[in-house]
C-alpha cells in the first residue's frame, strides 16, 4: 500500500522508491524523465539511447533542451560542431561543399 509520497504515471500508482529509469534503474519522482513505448527513462539514459548523434563530436543531440543543430543528408551535427573539417569555420548559416564524408567551406572546397 501506499500511505505516503506516491507518484502517479499512465493512471498507475507507484511507490516514489519504485518508480526508476528503466535504462539506469535511478529514481525519477521529483525530476525530468521521459517515456519511450510507455517505459520512463532519465533524460539521460533517452538521449544515450533515442537521440540522433552528433557527426563531429559523436555525443547525443538532445532536442529536449531546445539544442539546435544542422542536419544535411542523414546527417547531423550540434550548430557548434557543424564547422569546415579543413580550417574549422562555424559553416552555421554559410554555404558549404561536400567532399566524400566532409563538410568544407566554399573556400577550402575551390582548393581541392
Given at each position: 500500500a501506499i500511505t505516503?509520497?506516491?507518484?502517479?504515471?499512465?493512471?498507475?500508482?507507484?511507490?516514489?522508491?519504485c518508480f526508476l529509469c528503466i535504462g539506469c534503474r535511478k529514481q525519477?519522482?521529483?525530476?525530468?524523465?521521459?517515456?519511450?513505448?510507455?517505459?520512463?527513462?532519465?533524460?539521460?539514459?533517452?538521449?544515450?539511447?533515442?537521440?540522433?548523434?552528433?557527426?563531429?563530436?559523436?555525443?547525443?543531440i538532445s532536442s529536449l533542451a531546445g539544442a539546435k543543430y544542422i542536419s544535411f543528408e542523414e546527417r547531423q551535427?550540434?550548430?557548434?560542431?557543424f564547422s569546415c573539417m579543413q580550417c574549422s569555420v562555424s559553416l552555421v548559416g554559410r554555404g558549404f561543399l561536400t567532399q566524400r564524408?566532409?563538410?568544407l567551406c566554399t573556400d577550402c572546397g575551390r582548393e581541392k
Open positions: 505516503t509520497g506516491g507518484v502517479t504515471y499512465q493512471d498507475k500508482p507507484w511507490h516514489r522508491e525519477l519522482s521529483g525530476q525530468r524523465f521521459t517515456s519511450r513505448e510507455n517505459y520512463p527513462y532519465c533524460l539521460e539514459c533517452f538521449s544515450n539511447l533515442y537521440a540522433k548523434k552528433c557527426v563531429a563530436c559523436t555525443k547525443s551535427w550540434h550548430s557548434e560542431c564524408d566532409d563538410i
